[in-house]
């Protein structure tokens, strides 16, 4: 009774419940994506499902990230860099777009110690600890323009969820720049809802 009446308040002319049970379905699946199908489901229950698997997707699954950097002589974000052609606040957007994955529940220091070598530096040149991988190795965080110049950083990586800004992180220590922490693996998430097709 108490269902029908739900069922009543929603709009919904019926109160027949599908005999199907919802199937989940991996349409596509690679290291970066997926297109996942549920179906069928419940009249409205498409966009309640949705919202509530956006919501947990996006802020909700824990991660690793940067939360702050040290530059070999470097004091704060507006210095320059030597030998770098990117200014330092370039060089740490880039920084931001590190994807981590970690491999256990424990925080870490990376270091990136670039010597010798002229050209681009990229995320893959970073020494990484046995419990974290670099996710996208090809990530350019910077172009040594001088093959006798030195570039020494240490990233900080710490755990959590969701977006931290860099204001909450603790960058007391001198020379140590904050960075926004972005924990979240899922960078975006998108659905649609379709008619069910019947037979």
């Known amino acids: 009774m108490l269902e029908q009446q739900l069922f009543r308040a929603a709009g919904v002319a019926t109160t ?7 199937t989940i379905e991996v349409e596509e699946s690679a290291d970066d994506y997926a297109r996942i199908v549920a179906s069928p489901l419940l009249p409205g229950f498409g966009i309640t499902l949705g919202n509530a698997l956006r919501r947990v997707l996006l802020s909700s699954l ?16 507006f210095s320059t860099i030597p030998h770098i052609k990117e200014d330092s606040i370039e060089f740490l957007l880039n920084v931001k777009e590190i994807r981590l994955r970690a491999l256990s529940d424990r925080a ?7 010597t010798g070598r002229a050209g681009p530096v990229t995320a893959g ?5 046995e419990h974290f991988e670099i996710a996208n190795p090809d990530l350019h965080l910077a172009t040594m323009d001088d093959k006798n110049g030195k570039l020494y950083v240490e990233f900080n990586v710490e ?7 860099a204001g909450h992180v603790d960058g007391t220590q001198l ?16 659905y649609r809802i379709e008619q069910t097709r019947v037979g």
Do not use: C, W
């Not at 027949?16 to 919802?22: A, H, L, V, Y």
């Not at 040149?125 to 600890?129: G, K, R, T, Y």
């Not at 020379?175 to 998108?190: E, L, T």
């Open 16 to 22: 027949e419940q599908t005999s199907d049970e919802p």
């Open 159 to 165: 755990q959590g969820r969701g977006y931290v800004p």
């Open 125 to 129: 040149d970073i020494q990484l600890p």
């Open 108 to 114: 870490g220091m990376l270091i990136l110690d670039h």
């Open 62 to 77: 824990p991660g690793a990230a940067v939360t702050s950097v040290r530059i070999e002589g470097i004091q704060h974000e």
């Open 175 to 190: 020379g140590v720049i904050p960075v926004d922490g972005i924990f979240s693996p899922v960078r975006k998430v998108n």
